[in-house]
């Protein structure tokens, strides 16, 4: 084995440039360029071995993003990527992924969110029931009403500005909302197990 290659298998190397090509691809951080990640983390590295470390490195990455994998996943990806015998990766860089997938998982989720949305995001839900005391007709007196309240605000959550939506459902509304809410998630499970 030689030191180049020692160097590219290297836990605490590979984490380093993992979270290099996070910082670039997801945190907005461009100027974190291919020669810097090189020049830093592995300068005795080949410009072939860095180029093929780099886009495995990027390719992997971007399978666990696009597939949101949670850790159970992530533990079954890695194992089949160790299992390849060209082009997989060892127990090393497998530990690599391990460490940086535990760290970055939620907040490269929630760049992605960010950087896919454009409108305002409901930021909170907030409901109660009340039971009317005045109504035009005598019938709706005493009936249950259910009082929604949205907060929708920019995408950005350091923003404090916020836009509120109240309205009200009756029972029968709210019944049909909620009907809605069950055929919407039976349509969702259904495409799932496909």
Not at 60 to 87: C, H, R, Y
Not at 89 to 98: C, K, L, S, Y
Not at 115 to 138: C, F, G
Request: charged share 25%; proline share 2%; aromatic share 8%.
């Amino acid at each position: 084995m030689s030191h180049d290659f020692k160097m590219a298998d290297d836990t605490k190397n590979v984490l380093a440039l993992l979270n290099g090509l996070a910082k670039r691809t997801y945190y907005g951080e461009s100027e974190i360029t291919d020669d810097f990640l090189k020049q830093e983390i592995f300068p005795d590295l080949s410009d072939d071995d860095f180029a093929g470390l780099l886009s495995k490195c990027s390719s992997l990455i971007k399978s666990m993003v696009s597939a949101d994998m949670d850790l159970n996943q992530s533990e079954a990806f890695l194992t089949s990527q160790m299992k390849k015998p060209e082009g997989g990766i060892t127990e090393n860089q497998a530990n690599a992924f391990r460490k940086f997938w535990k760290i970055h998982k939620n907040k490269i989720h929630e760049a992605v969110i960010s950087h896919s949305t454009w409108n305002n995001t409901l930021k909170q839900v907030s409901w109660r029931i009340d039971i009317q005391s005045q109504a035009r007709h005598i019938d709706q007196i005493n009936a249950p009403t259910a009082i929604m309240e949205l907060q929708l605000g920019p995408k950005t959550s350091n923003s404090q500005k916020t836009e509120v939506v109240r309205f009200e459902m009756d029972e029968t509304r709210l019944g049909s909302v909620l009907q809605t809410m069950q055929d919407i998630e039976n349509e969702v499970n259904k495409y799932c197990q496909q």
